[in-house]
């Protein structure tokens, strides 16, 4: 195969078959992140479960000596991985989810510790390659990441205090596996369903869902006046207004579609900059698929804090209304308004969501899409057309 392009190597890992071929089992793409002339990493689902399988790596010779490195772990560690010499120099490295180079230690503790039986079984719920695990248990949900939690896990103690359904209750006392650093943790496990998937019973139900996800949200921004100095100085400072993201996307559309990141490149020196505003305790992620419900009384609790920054408001209610209809938004901003929190100004709230918009701009991409060029092309021409009216 060659793929000595970043452009090839994208084509041949979002084609079933040679990706199959090439990790030696039935799976596909569900993930991609995209380095170009560098790395292209890959998160794989069974074919035909739909369960995370396990990741791959193309490596190109700039970073190859990674491949060796992980196979050498992996195999001090009883744990087989397929290595793969491809033309152009690159190299393909796959195996199971145990194998994660980014997470077999940590996993290998979470198995000799007893917290999780079979990380490449069924209770497995999501896997972000070389980044996060997260496994079903008898007791609860455990996380396992590769980046330190210490400053996430300090954070949901300091927001569980403050906000209702805010976070997801530890599983129990002593969970967490002993640190500082801390890579693995657990949690309760809540819900029937995330927003964006429950199947509640009439509006009226996703409404008041989305009206108590509101209130919650209200109290976690107030929260911000209270938070200590130094975790708040630890807290990321990614922009607010999405120049960013475009300038990212961009990075690696140009070696996929150079017209199209000239595009991206444009929308983004073009998009208005957000007013200035107070920044605000901002969870950083918040769709419908970051909010749990339970189907039984509409109960919400708001997870996945990894993101969190201060930020105007208007980043977060912004990235909300950005990915529901209006009737679903109007029922945040109400539930927001009634628990004290302060609506933006239409002006705020638009640029808000068209930085929301531009973030996601590439999600077609990194959730290997094979109609990627195509969803991301629609999109950006909504957001030129957007931008021109304005």
Avoid at 17 to 29: C, E, F, I, K
Avoid at 38 to 45: D, I, K
Wanted: charged share 25%; aromatic share 4%.
């Amino acid at each position: 195969m060659d793929a000595s392009s970043t452009w090839a190597a994208v084509e041949a890992v979002l084609d079933q078959d040679r990706l199959s071929n090439l990790t030696g089992w039935p799976v596909r793409a569900v993930r991609l992140r995209i380095k170009p002339d560098v790395s292209l990493t890959v998160g794989l689902e069974d074919a035909a479960t739909g369960r995370p399988a396990g990741w791959a790596r193309l490596l190109w010779p700039i970073s190859r000596a990674k491949a060796e490195r992980a196979a050498r772990r992996a195999r001090e560690r009883g744990l087989r991985t397929v290595r793969r010499e491809l033309d152009g120099g690159l190299v393909l490295h796959a195996g199971r989810l145990a194998s994660d180079p980014a997470l077999m230690e940590h996993v290998g503790r979470a198995v000799a510790g007893g917290l999780i039986a079979d990380p490449d079984g069924q209770r497995v719920l999501r896997h972000n390659p070389l980044r996060r695990l997260v496994v079903r248990t008898g007791a609860g949900v455990v996380r396992i990441t590769s980046a330190p939690q210490d400053d996430e896990l300090r954070l949901r103690d300091f927001i569980g205090a403050r906000v209702p359904g805010a976070p997801i209750p530890a599983a129990a006392p002593g969970f967490a596996a002993p640190g500082p650093p801390t890579h693995i943790s657990a949690l309760r496990f809540v819900g029937d369903a995330d927003l964006e998937r429950a199947a509640l019973p009439g509006t009226s139900a996703v409404a008041a869902a989305s009206a108590a996800a509101g209130a919650a949200l209200a109290a976690l921004h107030a929260s911000a006046r209270h938070l200590p100095a130094d975790l708040a100085a630890r807290l990321p400072g990614r922009r607010a207004d999405g120049r960013r993201a475009g300038a990212v996307h961009a990075s690696v559309l140009r070696a996929l579609d150079p017209a199209l990141a000239a595009r991206v490149r444009a929308l983004d020196e073009r998009l208005p900059a957000a007013p200035p505003a107070p920044r605000v305790l901002s969870h950083g992620d918040f769709t419908p698929d970051q909010v749990l419900v339970r189907r039984a009384d509409g109960a919400v609790w708001i997870t996945d804090f990894e993101r969190s920054r201060l930020a105007p408001a208007a980043t977060d209610l912004g990235s909300y209304l950005a990915v529901v209809d209006d009737a679903t938004g109007r029922a945040l901003l109400d539930g927001y308004a009634d628990a004290g929190g302060r609506v933006p100004d239409e002006a705020d709230l638009a640029a808000g969501v068209l930085g929301a918009r531009l973030e996601r701009l590439a999600e077609p991409l990194r959730h290997a899409d094979p109609r990627w060029r195509e969803r991301i092309g629609r999109e950006l021409e909504e957001l030129e057309e957007t931008c021109a009216t304005r």
